[in-house]
């Protein structure tokens, strides 16, 4: 069940209006402290689906909304189930993104 919700929720993380990309981002950081450590069958999904483009987005709001996601599930989950996802993510992101990434990993 949590995978089709995220298989449905995860575009949305990415869309091409950046207004509802936003929106996303912002209710993942609100399910976050819902879900906890339930999210962890499907964290390996949603790291790349936050992380890419949002981190290095232009759009401050968007960042914001990015930044607060992944403080949100550094607060939240269990940090071994960031860990890896993270490690992966960081070695293949450039520029804020790949910096704010390895301070999280940090």
């Known amino acids: 069940m ?3 919700i995220f298989d449905a929720f995860k575009p949305r993380l990415h869309d091409s209006n950046s207004k509802v990309t936003q929106v996303a981002l912002e209710a993942m950081h609100k399910m976050i402290p819902l879900l906890k450590d339930n ?7 949603l790291i790349p689906a936050i992380v890419d483009n949002n981190l290095n987005s ?8 990015a930044t607060n996601v992944i ?5 939240h989950l269990d940090t071994s ?4 996802p993270f490690c992966t993510k ?3 992101l450039s520029g804020k993104a790949k910096q704010d990434l390895t301070e999280k990993l940090a």
């Open 71 to 75: 403080q949100a599930l550094c607060q």
């Open 81 to 84: 189930l960031l860990l890896q």
């Open 2 to 4: 949590l995978f089709q």
């Open 90 to 92: 960081a070695q293949f």
């Open 58 to 65: 232009k759009n401050p709001g968007i960042y914001a909304a």
């Open 39 to 45: 999210l962890s069958p499907v964290i390996n999904m």
